[in-house]
């Protein structure tokens, strides 16, 4: 076994070889430019006042807090997994509610998809030491693993397409049916959030660009170098007289200009939708 290890070190002594990782592997990813058209926004108490007497209302910004994401086997078709997807924007806005004030508010909307992606089959039960655990007690079975992959989404800001606001002049549950919000979510906006509100309500399109992969445990052997010391030296930030040096020193983010672009309203979004509901 001192032999082996001799061996070992004898191929690596120039710090280059291939070794061994215990990393993820994708198995399968999709990319995709969603648009969820009217969607509910839900708001509070002081937003549903804003959007009931305010005579004109915008959108400021849109803002995704959170994504839910739910990976399900699909029957009858071994190594394939549904993802679903649930995402939480919180919206800001402000509306003129008259004598040339404008009054800021914030609401919850909800999106969902769903997609279908190769993850593999596996049966191996996975164990790894833990501090918690010992020879004499075992205080956690849950870290076992069933060898499941798992899903990762990756998604930029949502991007605010078109809106309207519309009475609920309907007896269908006025249109929509709530949805119900977890609490953590629907702390963010500091008020009782409004799910069955017969005043008027806001309606948002939004777009979505996103990346969805499956991955999981895989042993792969790589091409390794040793860590190399930069030869780039540190520049102190220091308080210089002229207060634009340093600022004139870094580089131009050319990369964070390269994805603008513009985006046209849909002009279906505003026209008015069925079950009697009227535009505003």
């Known amino acids: 076994m001192q032999e082996n290890r001799n061996a070992s070190s004898a191929l690596n002594f120039d710090g280059r070889g291939v070794v061994c990782i215990d990393t993820n592997r994708v198995l399968d990813s999709c990319r995709d430019r969603d648009c969820f058209e009217d969607t509910r926004v839900y708001l509070d108490s002081d937003g549903e006042s804003v959007i009931n007497n305010a005579t004109n209302v915008r959108l400021k910004s849109a803002k995704l807090i959170w994504a839910f994401v739910g990976l399900d086997s699909v029957p009858f078709n071994r190594g394939f997994y549904r993802v679903s997807v649930r995402y939480y924007v919180k919206v800001e806005g402000e509306g003129c509610t008259g004598m040339g004030r404008n009054q800021t508010f914030c609401g919850i909307a909800v999106l969902e998809k769903e997609v279908i992606l190769y993850g593999g089959e596996g049966c191996l039960r996975t164990f790894s030491s833990s501090p918690e655990n010992n020879f004499c007690d075992i205080c956690n079975l849950d870290t076992v693993s069933d060898d499941s992959p798992v899903a990762v989404v990756e998604t930029v800001e949502p991007i605010i397409l078109g809106q309207k606001i519309t009475d609920c002049g309907c007896q269908c549950n006025c249109c929509d049916t709530a949805v119900e919000l977890p609490t953590a979510i629907s702390g963010c906006l500091g008020g009782e959030i409004c799910t069955n509100s017969q005043g008027p309500r806001l309606y948002v399109s939004f777009g979505i660009f996103s990346v969805i992969r499956i991955l999981r445990p895989a042993q792969l052997l790589v091409q390794a170098t040793d860590y190399s010391v930069p030869d780039k030296e540190c520049t102190a930030a220091t308080n210089d007289e002229n207060p634009c040096a340093l600022f004139r020193t870094m580089a131009f983010p050319e990369n964070q200009f390269r994805n603008t ?18 535009g505003k």
């Not at 513009?262 to 279906?268: E, I, K, V």
């Not at 939708?273 to 009227?278: D, I, R, T």
């Open 261 to 278: 672009g513009t985006s046209h309203r849909d002009s279906t979004s505003q026209k008015n939708g069925g079950c009697g509901c009227s």
